[in-house]
C-alpha cells in the first residue's frame, strides 16, 4: 500500500462500541448528573474503582457464564486480569479489606464504565456506564424502600411517567417460607424456574409452533408473543380469560404479527400455553401436583402493595402468613410513606435468579413492552463480604446500565433539558489591547458563568452568529468608544436588547439577571 492510500484509510469504530458527540454525551451527563444528584440527596457518596480487575475474583464470584462475557487481558507480568463487566465483585473486595473503617450503615454509590463481551441486541451494548448503589450494614426493611425509592425517583426525573414504568417487587425470604410451609425444601431449582417465567413460556411455545410453521417463523412468534405477555398484561388476566368468550383484549400482544388463522389459534391457546410452560418445569424438578398448584397461583398474583397482601391471604390458609408477609407489609407501608406507591407492582411470579438474594428483590420495566430487558435490577443480600476474608456485611442495591433507560426515553419522546454551553459570549470590536477583556472574563468565570471569549478581530455580525449557534444568551460587545467611558454593551441575543453598563457593575448584573 503507497503513502497516499494509507493516508485514505478509513478505520471505524469497534462494534458494540459507540461515540458520544458533544450534543449526545449531553443526554448521557443528564442522566449520570440526575443518577449522582439523587444518591447525594439521600446521603450516598461516591467511590471509583478500576476500570480492571483479577479475572480469579470474578471467576469466584460470578460464574463461569459472566466470565465467558468478559474482555480478558493478559498484562506484560502475566496476570490475568479482565474489564469489569460489573461492580459487585469488585464493592466486595473493597469492603473486605477496608469495612472497618467506615461508620455503618455505608452508604456508597459508583458509575463506572462496564464492558461485556457479549451478543449485541437493542438496549444491550459492549461499553455502557453501570450505575451501583449499596446501603450496607443495615438490615431494617427501612434500607429496602430507600434503595427502591432512589430508583424510582432516578426514573420519574429522568422522564418517565408512572404511566410508562413500573417496579416490581416480591420478597424471596416470603417466597422461602411459603414453599417451606407447603413441603418444599430445595428452593433454589423453584427460584430459578420462577426467573425463567417468560423464558419457559417462549421455548414451550416455540416447540409447538414448529410443529405447525418453519422453524424460523416458530422462533419469531414465540419471542414476539413472549415480550407482548410480559408488557401488556398480567399473566393472571390472561389465564382468566378462558373464561371470557371475546379474546379481543388479547389483540395488542399480538399487533406486530401477521393476522390469520394461525395466529388466531395461536390467541385461543395462549393461555393453555401459560399453565402448562410453568407447570412442566416445575414437574421437572419433582413436585408434587398440589405443590405445583399453590406455586403457580402465586406465581398469577400482581398487583398493587395492598392488593397483592390480601390475594396472597387468600390464597392459602397458613397459620403464620402474617408473619411470612410482615416484610412485604412494612414495606408497603414505607413506599406508601415516600409516596410512590403509583409506581409499584408486587409480583408473586418475581424471583431474580441470583443464589445470594436473602429477601426484597426487585425491577423497574417499561410498561409498554418496547424493551425485552429489565431497566434495573436488585435486591437484598445477606451476606457477599466474608467469602474474600472481610467481616460478615448484610445489604441491598441494585445496578442499573444508562442504556436501556435512555432508549426508552427516545421512544417516549422525553425532552432532554436544554444544553447550557455558555452563558456570556464577549465580542471584542477592533481592540490593540485586550488585557480588559481577559480580566472580565476572568471575573465573569470566577462568578460562576460560563464565558466564550473570541479574541479575533471579526466584524459584530460574525460574533452574533457564533453566539447564537452556541445558543448563548447574552452578550458583551466592547469597543473602544465604550472602553473609553469605562462601560460595555450588554445584549441579549435573544431578545434583541441592549444597553451600556458601566464595566465595574457588568458583573454584578449579570450574576443577577442570569440567576433570575
Not at 389483540?251 to 410452560?277: A, G, H, M
Request: proline share 4%.
Amino acid at each position: 500500500m503507497t503513502e497516499e492510500e494509507t493516508k485514505k484509510v478509513k478505520i471505524g469504530k469497534p462494534s458494540g462500541f459507540r461515540d458520544f458527540f458533544p450534543e449526545e454525551y449531553a443526554k448521557v451527563d443528564f442522566v449520570l448528573g440526575t443518577m449522582r444528584r439523587i444518591s447525594r440527596e439521600f446521603g450516598y457518596v461516591e467511590y471509583q474503582t478500576p476500570a480492571v480487575e483479577l479475572r480469579k475474583l470474578y471467576e469466584l464470584k460470578s460464574g463461569d457464564e459472566l466470565v465467558g462475557e468478559t474482555f480478558k487481558i493478559t498484562s506484560r507480568s502475566g496476570q490475568k486480569l479482565v474489564l469489569i463487566p460489573e461492580l459487585t465483585p469488585t464493592l466486595t473486595r473493597m469492603l473486605a479489606e477496608r469495612q472497618q473503617y467506615y461508620t455503618k450503615p455505608i452508604r456508597w454509590f459508583c458509575i463506572p464504565r462496564c464492558y461485556r463481551d457479549e451478543t449485541l441486541q437493542r438496549g444491550r451494548v459492549k461499553e455502557f456506564w453501570q450505575y451501583n448503589i449499596d446501603i450496607l450494614g443495615m438490615d431494617d426493611i427501612y434500607a429496602d424502600a430507600e434503595i427502591i425509592t432512589i430508583l424510582t425517583k432516578i426514573i420519574a426525573e429522568c422522564g418517565l411517567s408512572k404511566t410508562q414504568f413500573v417496579v416490581r417487587i416480591n420478597d424471596r425470604n416470603f417466597m422461602q417460607k411459603f414453599m417451606e410451609a407447603i413441603g418444599i425444601d430445595d428452593f433454589i431449582p423453584v427460584f430459578q424456574v420462577f426467573d425463567r417465567t417468560f423464558k419457559l413460556l417462549q421455548d414451550y411455545m416455540y416447540k409447538e409452533f414448529r410443529k405447525k410453521m418453519p422453524d424460523e417463523k416458530a422462533i419469531d412468534f414465540a419471542l414476539e408473543i413472549r415480550h407482548g405477555v410480559s408488557s401488556h398484561h398480567s399473566r393472571f388476566e390472561i389465564v382468566e380469560s378462558t373464561k371470557k368468550e371475546d379474546p379481543t383484549f388479547l389483540d395488542p400482544i399480538f399487533e406486530n404479527l401477521p393476522q390469520t388463522d394461525e395466529t388466531n389459534e395461536i390467541k385461543r391457546n395462549l393461555p393453555k400455553y401459560i399453565v402448562n410452560s410453568f407447570k412442566e418445569a416445575l414437574e421437572n424438578i419433582k413436585l408434587e401436583k398440589k405443590q405445583i398448584d399453590d406455586l403457580f397461583k402465586l406465581s398469577l398474583i400482581e398487583d398493587t402493595p395492598k392488593n397483592f397482601l390480601v390475594r396472597v391471604k387468600k390464597l392459602t390458609k397458613l397459620d403464620n402468613i402474617g408473619e411470612i408477609l410482615k416484610n412485604l407489609e412494612e414495606l408497603a407501608q414505607l413506599l406508601n410513606n415516600f409516596e410512590i406507591t403509583d409506581y409499584i407492582l408486587f409480583d408473586g411470579s418475581l424471583a431474580r435468579g441470583l443464589d445470594y438474594y436473602t429477601g426484597i428483590v426487585f425491577e423497574a420495566w417499561s410498561k409498554e413492552g418496547i424493551l425485552p430487558r429489565a431497566i434495573a435490577g436488585g435486591g437484598r443480600y445477606a451476606d457477599m463480604v466474608a467469602m474474600l476474608g472481610g467481616q460478615p456485611l448484610t445489604g441491598t442495591g441494585f445496578g442499573f446500565g444508562e442504556t436501556v433507560l435512555m432508549e426508552l426515553m427516545d421512544e417516549f419522546k422525553v425532552k432532554y433539558p436544554k444544553q447550557e454551553i455558555c452563558d456570556v459570549y464577549i465580542a471584542p470590536i477592533k481592540l490593540d489591547d485586550l488585557s480588559v477583556i481577559i480580566e472580565l472574563s476572568d471575573q465573569l468565570r470566577e462568578n460562576g458563568m460560563k464565558t466564550i471569549f473570541n479574541p479575533f478581530d471579526w466584524k459584530l455580525r460574525r460574533h452574533f452568529e457564533n453566539a447564537e449557534k452556541r445558543k448563548v444568551e447574552w452578550m458583551i460587545i466592547v469597543g473602544k468608544k465604550d472602553l473609553a467611558n469605562d462601560a460595555v454593551t450588554l445584549r441579549n441575543i435573544i431578545t434583541g436588547d441592549q444597553e451600556v453598563i458601566p464595566l465595574k457593575k457588568i458583573v454584578s448584573t449579570l450574576v443577577k439577571r442570569i440567576k433570575k
